[in-house]
């Protein structure tokens, strides 16, 4: 059965952050989980088999999801890991490009690509990954809603039933229970034709995008969980698994025009605290203190990378967090290990017994 013992399901695009905080997981927390990866160069590569290099520095010896991250944004023609991607983007012969490219690499789950494809492609395509033994995804994207939704679905029906899960991406919202309706009429309508036996994720992320309003320590909740436990409630369907961006946003165009005033996030279960203070101008040691000795939030018996990067970084800076990028990469780290383990008691204090480098 797909996804057979897997409990969560984080997208990540190929970024140096969310490959460090992945990378530095204890080895049980990535056993409980299946990454859906987005596809994208990596950053000064000269081939975009590097990219995959780095997931699997990341991810060893570990089955995970593909996907082609079609946020990218192409910046130049004669980079041939950007004209790599694009071959992988061409829809000619029901992308075979993309299938060849999976066959290279055993430990893929396939995303179907069904962007202009009929119904006969889609089916030419999954065909072809169970022709190679493999387990595919079908991948619904709230922002792109493709326009041959019923065409996917019934190739997809005509599939079989064991060797296949579908992705429900609802992206970026303010308040993932906003999103409640759309997903609730995906799976009660729009899959009704997919055997209820067939596991559906739910994901979607509520990530600020504007911390200036924040000041001190500030709790920011989430609520994908609750989304995910309503939908559970209103559907007959065997397996809803819990699936988000593990504390990141997907891919916008441009970025910062400037360097972010210098924080510290800091995960729990159904929140991330935010810590700065621009009127006093700390710095990332300052907002490191103010979580682990004043906050009142802080664990500290995690036994994560991640918590002990921040802790590091009330001591000096420069072991800990000393850039907005080793700040997400800690974020991630933290907020994939309690989603992992979410509900779990006596996860404070667990001893997972491996060692990690920086």
């Known amino acids: 059965m797909a996804l057979k013992n897997k409990n969560y399901v984080p997208t990540l695009a190929i970024r140096a952050s969310e490959m460090n905080g992945l990378e530095f997981l204890p080895g049980a927390t990535k056993d409980r989980m299946t ?14 088999e590097r990219a995959i290099d780095r997931v699997r520095r990341a991810f060893p010896n570990r089955q995970y999801i ?3 991250d079609r946020d990218y944004q192409f910046t130049n023609p004669e980079s041939g890991p950007q004209q790599e991607m694009m071959r992988l983007l061409d ?25 202009d494809q009929s119904e006969a492609e889609i089916r030419q395509q999954i065909m072809a990954f169970q022709g190679l033994g493999r387990q595919y995804c079908m991948r619904i994207v709230r922002d792109r809603f493709p326009n041959n939704f019923d065409e996917i679905v019934a190739a997809f029906a005509a599939g079989g039933t064991a060797d296949f899960f579908v992705i429900l991406e609802g992206g970026w919202t303010l308040d993932p229970l906003t999103l409640s309706a759309w997903f609730d009429g995906l799976i009660a ?7 209820a036996s067939v596991p559906v994720v739910v994901s979607c ?45 997907p891919r916008e165009p441009g970025g910062f025009a400037n360097r972010p005033l ?27 203190e103010e979580l682990v000795k004043r906050s009142g939030v802080w664990d500290g018996s995690l036994n994560v990378w991640g918590e002990e990067m921040i802790y590091q970084t009330t001591i000096n ?19 994939l290990h309690r989603q992992a383990f979410y509900g779990q008691q006596g996860l404070s204090g667990m001893d997972f017994e491996e060692d990690w480098e920086d």
């Open 91 to 115: 829809p000619t012969d029901a992308y075979s490009n993309w299938v060849e490219f999976v066959s290279e690499h055993e430990e893929l789950i396939p995303c179907i690509q069904s962007r």
């Open 35 to 48: 990454p859906c990866i987005l596809l994208a160069p990596w950053a000064n590569s000269s081939t975009l």
């Open 317 to 335: 800076e420069e072991i800990g967090i000393d850039t907005p990028q080793k700040n997400v990469a800690a974020r991630v780290n933290i907020h």
């Open 262 to 288: 210098d924080r510290i996030d800091y995960p729990t279960e159904n929140s991330w605290i935010i810590v700065r203070n621009k009127d006093e101008k700390w710095d990332f040691e300052d907002a490191a």
């Open 189 to 195: 309508g729009g899959l009704m034709a997919i055997e």
């Open 205 to 249: 992320t509520s990530m600020p995008k504007l911390f200036s309003n924040y000041s001190g320590a500030t709790e920011v909740p989430f609520h994908n969980r609750r989304l995910v436990d309503q939908l559970r409630r209103q559907t007959n369907r065997t397996s809803v698994v819990y699936g988000d961006w593990g504390s990141t946003r």
């Open 66 to 68: 593909l996907d082609l």
